[in-house]
């Protein structure tokens, strides 16, 4: 059942993520055959004018007591602080305990982690916070990877647009395909997207704790094209096999072929951001050999296909390459 939508507000909340909100369950679509949906935007007091992230205010024409009897519940992205208050906390562990779906856009589920709705659940939030979420939240099941986690009535999307896709996922989860692919015309998007976040994160580049493989670690990175085997990294480090495979790995904490593969994928990224090559070409200029072989490991470390990746990142002299 879906017939009420309320927001929860909070300083310095983020306009576009609360936009989201508005533009999915805020706006009439019945003419559209959409059913009516009420929507509330709450906040402590209403009335009371709340300062956004970006130097404009907003003021929620509801109370905390607006939640009372939604379905739904959403909070969407706002600063994430050390503390939260205490009565917004409270008002969704009440939705959620009388059975509310909860709802959280980006950031929003640190305010959901405070609450304790989290604790043990699959969650997400946005790729760039994952690692402060985790350490403020370790009993949950966080995957920074995918744009929304749908957890019975605990939903969390990713980063900003992810957003939209948890939303739709709602309406099409309550209402309909067709209801979530009329709001999704008007709004001018797909009804669904393929994919998640991972192919937006920043690969670390792999690091190194000593000193001894760092010659040969740059002369491996300068030849990716090259095909490298234990064997023959352990003969040009001048150590037996077994000696080259325990110092690699306390060294720079993976083997010597992931190493490779997570090196040969970094480039791959580049070459498919700056360059017009073609994919076979890059396949060979990463020493990945065949284009199945590329699309194999790019797709397990990235989480999109390279020619996927092309179209969102390359520059516009890259893009009609394939």
Not at 96 to 114: I, K, N, Q
Request: proline share 6%; with cysteine; charged share 20%.
């Amino acid at each position: 059942m879906l017939s009420t939508v309320a927001a929860v507000v909070l300083d310095a909340a983020a306009p576009f993520e609360l936009g989201v909100l508005c533009e999915v369950f805020g706006l009439d679509r019945t003419a559209d055959g959409v059913p009516p949906i009420e929507f509330r935007v709450c906040g402590e007091r209403p009335g009371a004018p709340l300062r956004t992230s970006v130097g404009m205010s907003l003021v929620p024409e509801h109370g905390l007591d607006g939640l009372d009897g939604a379905d739904v519940v959403a909070v969407p992205a706002c600063r994430i602080r050390d503390a939260y208050p205490p009565g917004v906390l409270a008002g969704l562990r009440a939705a959620e305990a009388r059975g509310a779906t909860v709802l959280s856009v980006c950031t929003g589920a640190f305010v959901l982690g405070a609450a304790g709705i989290l604790d043990g659940r699959r969650c997400t939030t946005h790729w760039y916070h994952a690692a402060e979420f985790r350490r403020r939240f370790p009993t949950t099941q966080l995957d920074p990877d995918v744009l929304y986690v749908d957890d019975g009535n605990v939903v969390t999307s990713a980063g900003t647009a992810a957003g939209i896709d948890a939303c739709l996922h709602l309406i099409r989860r309550e209402l309909g395909a067709t209801a979530a692919m009329k709001i999704a015309r008007r709004m001018v998007i797909p009804p669904q997207r393929d994919g998640g976040q991972r192919q937006f994160i920043d690969l670390p580049v792999p690091e190194h704790s000593g000193d001894s493989l760092e010659p040969l670690l740059s002369w491996m990175h300068e030849t990716l094209d090259t095909e490298h085997t234990v064997a023959s990294l352990a003969g040009r480090a001048q150590m037996s096999q077994r000696t080259f495979a325990r110092r690699f790995v306390a060294e720079t904490g993976t083997t010597p072929n992931q190493w490779l593969v997570t090196q040969r994928v970094l480039h791959a990224r580049r070459l498919l951001e700056d360059s017009p090559l073609g994919i076979d070409q890059i396949a060979r200029e990463c020493g990945f050999g065949t284009a199945a072989l590329l699309r194999h490991h790019f797709r397990r470390i990235v989480g999109v296909t390279p020619r996927d990746y092309r179209r969102t990142f390359s520059r516009p002299a890259a893009a009609g390459a394939d």
